[in-house]
C-alpha cells in the first residue's frame, strides 16, 4: 500500500515556466519535507513542516515555495525553474525528527 | 549545528565479504542515528536504526554500533550479496531542536559476485 505519493513522477518543463510537484500521505504524520536530490549526492533538505509550521533551510532559493493546505497534501511550487533545478525531488514524513521518514517515489524534474 | 561525515565515499567488496560504513557527528546531544539504503532509481529507505540509550543493534546480516564518546557510528553489513549494492546514508538530528535530519555525504557500495 501506497504510504507517501508523489504526482507526477516524472515532469519536464521549460526554462522559466512554473511547476508544482505534489505529496500526499496515509501515515497522518505530523512532519513533511521536501528534498531536492542530485546524481546519487545526499538528499537536501529544502523546507519542511511540523503540522502547519513551516521551516525553511536558509539556503533554499525564494524560487522554491511550499504550501501545505491539510495533513495529508504538500506542494512544492517552483516559480521559474533554471536548468539548475533539474533534479529528483523527493517528499518525506515523519511522527517527529527522531522517527523513521518515509519517502516518496520521488518526482524527477527535467528543465528544457 | 550538527554536522556529518561518512566515510568511505566508496567501497568495493567480494560478494560474502563484510563491509562497514563509518560516520562522525559533531553534537554530542544526538540521540538518534538512522541508516538510509537507497538503490539506483529508488527512494532512500531505512534499513536500521539506533538510539544513544544501546550501543549496538543488529537486524539478520546489519547491525549499527554508536560510539558516543568518540561521536561516531558505523553500519556493518556480513555476508554481503550483490543485491545490497547500494548508496547508504548515514544521518543525525539537527541540533537546533528542529524536525529534520542531517544526512551524510553517501557510501557507494558495489559488491562483486
Known amino acids: 500500500d501506497a504510504m507517501v505519493i508523489q504526482n507526477p513522477r516524472y515532469q519536464v518543463t521549460q526554462f522559466g515556466k512554473p511547476v508544482t510537484l505534489s505529496c500526499s500521505q496515509t501515515?497522518?504524520?505530523?512532519?513533511m519535507y521536501w528534498y531536492q536530490q542530485k546524481s546519487s549526492q545526499a538528499p537536501k533538505l529544502l523546507f519542511h513542516?511540523?503540522?502547519?509550521?513551516?521551516?525553511n533551510e536558509a539556503d533554499t532559493p525564494d524560487n522554491f515555495q511550499s504550501r501545505r493546505p491539510n495533513t495529508s497534501f504538500c506542494f512544492l511550487d517552483i516559480r521559474s525553474p533554471g536548468l539548475g533545478d533539474a533534479a529528483m525531488y523527493l517528499c518525506?514524513?515523519?511522527?517527529?525528527?527522531?522517527?523513521?521518514?518515509?519517502f516518496g517515489p520521488g518526482t524527477r524534474l527535467t528543465v528544457l | 549545528g550538527e554536522n556529518v561525515e561518512q566515510h568511505p565515499s566508496t567501497l568495493s567488496v567480494q560478494e560474502g565479504d563484510s563491509a562497514v560504513i563509518k560516520c562522525t557527528y559533531s553534537?554530542?546531544?544526538?540521540?538518534?542515528f538512522p541508516w538510509y539504503k537507497q538503490e539506483l532509481g529508488k527512494r532512500p529507505q531505512l534499513i536500521i536504526d539506533?538510539?544513544?540509550?544501546?550501543g549496538e543493534k543488529k537486524d539478520q546480516r546489519i547491525a549499527v554500533t554508536l560510539n558516543k564518546t568518540a561521536k561516531h557510528f558505523s553500519l556493518h553489513i556480513t555476508e554481503t550479496q550483490p543485491e545490497d549494492s547500494a548508496v547508504y546514508f548515514c544521518?543525525?538530528?539537527?541540533?537546533?531542536?528542529?524536525?529534520?535530519?542531517?544526512f551524510g555525504a553517501g557510501t557507494r557500495l558495489a559488491v562483486h559476485p
Open positions: 518525506a514524513t515523519s511522527r517527529s525528527g527522531y522517527n523513521e521518514q518515509f
Open positions: 501515515l497522518n504524520h505530523n512532519v
Open positions: 513542516y511540523y503540522d502547519k509550521d513551516f521551516n
Open positions: 553534537d554530542s546531544a544526538s540521540n538518534y
Open positions: 539506533i538510539r544513544s540509550n544501546v
Open positions: 544521518a543525525a538530528p539537527f541540533s537546533g531542536g528542529y524536525n529534520k535530519l542531517i
